[in-house]
Every structure is written in C-alpha cells, then in structure tokens.
C-alpha cells in the first residue's frame, strides 16, 4: 500500500511539473540580460527578440542591460538564475567561447550552466587594406607580410576578440608574424586603420561596407565558409587558397541550465519563427550585416563546443595571454 502511495505521489508530482513548464508559460514578465552596454550589436539584437517574444508570448520581454568583464557578468547572472523560463540571456561567442578559453577562471561553465535555444545570427570578419597598400591578391598580402616579418601591424577590439582571433589565425595558417595592436571598440581599431597607424584590420562586415563602398578601404578576403550576404563579391580566404581558415561568432537566446524542455521547445520555436519575418530580416541581415541562423537547440550546443575546441587550439597555438 505504502509503496503504490509513493508511486501515485512521484506520478503526480511529475505531471505536475510538466504541465508548469507547458501551456500557461509565461504567466509574468521575462527578464532578457544583454551583457553588453545599450546600443550596440548585441543589445540591437537583444531589444528586436524581445519585442518578437513579447508580441507572441503575451508578456512583457524586458530588456536588462548588465555590460562589463568582456560580457561576463551578464553572462554570469543568467548562469545562476532560476532555470524556470524568466531569465534569459542574449549569449554571444565571447563570454560563452572565448573566455572559458583565454582566463584561467571564469565563473561559470558554459556548457553546464546553460540550456540552449537557438543561435540567432552568425557574423564574420573581412580582411581589410587600405587602398593604397600594393596589394590585389591574398598572395600578394601574404608575401608583404613574409618580408617584412614581425613589422606590419592590425587592429582589434582587443585582446581574445574575434578581430584579434582572426589575426591570429591567419598568422598562424600562412606562417606569417605580424604586431597585434589592440583598442577599446571597433570604431576606435578603424579610425587607426583609416589614419594609418596601422596596416590592416580584420573587421566586421556591418562596418567595413560602408568604407569600403566609398573606396577608403580594400577587402581581400572574408572569414566565413560561405561569402556574406553584404558582400557577394568578396571570396572567402578558403576560396583564395587558404584551405580550412573559417571564423565567425554569433549572437544567440540561452536559458540557464536545467531549463524545462516545454520551455524551451516554445522558447526556439517563437524566436526561431522571428527570425523569418522580413522586418527582422531587414534590421538584423540586410542593414546588420549578419547571416540569421535559426537552429535546433541540439544543434547550437554542438556550435557551441565546437567553437569553445576552435578556439582553445588558437589561444594555445598563438600564445594569447590575457591582461
């Protein structure tokens, strides 16, 4: 008898659980964490999903911009949320695959400690030059590095990211040295590239389209597999000949671990279905130069230790200390 009691106990407290997790979610508002300042890429994509969940879900989506440590203290707050469907995280490559790999400690693990949705976007880097470098093929950029080893300089956004990575890379992969010259932003890394204090700049597609289009600056190659949709003229460097180079970060919807699969099954559906609709199209990929991805929950997890492997093999093979 007592052991038929028990049984109908875990019976019921099972379904109980279930439906909790299934047709009345979201019952109150849900907290979406932007670990970067407002304004920028990941919070411009952070503020069109929650609009889009918002609109489906009927419940407010509030954006919280929680910025600072590359990203991690965001990252972080979601980690060790409730895993119930009303903390979200905007994650990105950053703090999800690239800070487990350069700091010798972060406070979280990012496969444990997070339930994937989807992966919203994916973005690459273009090889830039100015257009007076005598340069018009990646072998004729290659052998100005070779013979001038160790004395060219690029730009970043700084140390570990995706701009740096893919210097670094490209080094590694051609056999070439060249002087890393980190700055706080984007705009800053470019500036010095439009002035000439540096030599080049593996830039984001979204800001180079535009110097490129007024002729102030050359791309040689893009770091994809496929070409990007903002630059259909400009071959991959795999194309020109630099066979396996592929890098690119992405912009996603996480939950913390242990989130309940209903949840998450509606979760990658809405915002899988966002990504179809032709204003978001519009703000995300024709003028955001992104590629929007929209993928199965198993499959953003694979992305995601696939990248944290890649990028292991760089920050190992190319010596990359954090500061």
């Known amino acids: 008898m007592m052991r038929k009691l028990g049984l109908t106990i875990m019976a019921l407290a099972a379904t109980s659980l279930v439906h909790a997790a299934e047709p009345n979610y979201p019952t109150k508002p849900i907290r979406f964490i932007c670990p970067y300042a407002p304004g920028g890429a990941g919070d411009i994509f952070t503020r069109i999903i929650a609009q889009k969940l918002s609109e489906a879900l009927g419940q407010s989506v509030v954006v919280d911009n929680r910025a600072g440590a590359n990203g991690g203290i965001g990252t972080d707050i979601v980690a060790k949320a409730a895993p119930d469907g009303y903390t979200l995280l905007m994650g990105n490559s950053g703090p999800m695959t690239v800070n ?10 990012p496969i444990k400690d997070f339930t994937p949705i989807t992966q919203g976007t994916s973005y690459m880097y273009v090889l830039v030059v100015p257009p007076t470098m005598a340069v018009k093929t990646l072998n004729d950029f290659t052998g100005i590095l070779k013979s001038r ?45 439009l002035g000439g204090q540096i030599n080049y700049m593996f830039d984001t597609v979204i800001t180079a389209v535009p110097q490129l289009r007024a002729g102030k600056l050359k791309a040689i190659g893009v770091t994809g597999a496929k070409r990007a949709s903002a630059l259909p003229d400009v071959p991959t460097l795999n194309e020109l000949g630099l066979k396996g180079y592929e890098l ?14 209903a949840i998450v099954d509606k979760l990658n559906r809405e915002v899988v279905r966002a ?11 024709t003028q955001g130069g992104n590629e929007l991805v929209g993928n199965t ?27």
């Open 100 to 109: 487990p790999v350069l700091y010798k400690k972060v406070p979280y693990d």
């Open 149 to 193: 080893p160790g004395q060219l300089t690029y730009g970043s956004t700084g140390i570990g990211g995706g701009n740096h990575l893919s210097g670094e890379l490209f080094n590694l992969m051609t056999n070439t040295k060249a002087i890393h010259v980190p700055y706080t932003g984007s705009a800053l890394a470019l500036a010095a590239l």
């Open 248 to 261: 690119t970060q992405w912009q996603a919807v996480v939950a913390p671990g242990g989130t309940p699969r």
């Open 275 to 285: 990504l179809k609709m032709p204003d978001v199209i519009d703000r995300l990929a």
């Open 297 to 323: 929950p198993e499959q953003f997890a694979q992305v995601i230790k696939s990248d944290l492997e890649k990028f292991a093999r760089i920050v190992k093979a190319a010596d990359i200390q954090a500061q």
